[in-house]
């Protein structure tokens, strides 16, 4: 059996700690588990959290943090080394920010994060094209159905990802099967 890992990645923890869970539910899936990297005591450790999917002849390793981190080069670093495949997590504005709120900080947030997991990307090698990143815009279900949202990554991602960006709204599972189609063709491929 080959084991693949999958790198969540995103600013929002609790849209991709959601995202597994939401993945935990499929046949082949055991129970995601928790792991401390570095010393709990302190504010340079970060909780990682794991799903194995055995979908032979593969298991997919699926990580990612679970939690705020504040080293996050390091942390960062222990998501995206040797991963097969990359789960980017786009978070949408009312998500976020909330319906009357107004501003920028979830946007330049989300910017900041990405740049720093491009940049480490790069350097483990990989980065788009070389391994395949599956980009995800998480949404909620108000917003699931609209056409335009408002994307804080629009300027950052490959244009020809545009049409290949799949919707999800992890409370009603929305999206969570064509992830998993996606998943599995890309790996298939890899």
Known sequence: MTTKKVAICGTYWQDTTGLID??????GSLKPE?????????????????????SAPITFELVTLAGPVFSTTRFYTEVLQHAQTIIYVISAGLLWRGRDSEGTAWKEQQ????????????????????????WLMMVDAE???????ENPLASKIPTQAFD???????????GIDLLWRKLLTTISIS
Do not use: N
């Open 111 to 134: 910017q900041k994060d990405f740049q720093q997991y491009t940049s480490l990307s790069r350097e483990l090698g990989v980065l788009w094209p070389k391994t395949p990143w599956i």
């Open 22 to 27: 939401r993945l935990a539910i499929f046949a």
């Open 143 to 149: 917003e699931f159905s609209l056409q335009e949202i």
């Open 34 to 54: 928790y792991e401390y990297i570095g010393d709990p005591s302190t504010i340079y450790s970060a909780r990682m959290m794991h799903l194995s999917i055995i």
């Open 164 to 174: 290949d960006i799949i919707r999800c709204d992890v409370q009603l599972g929305q």
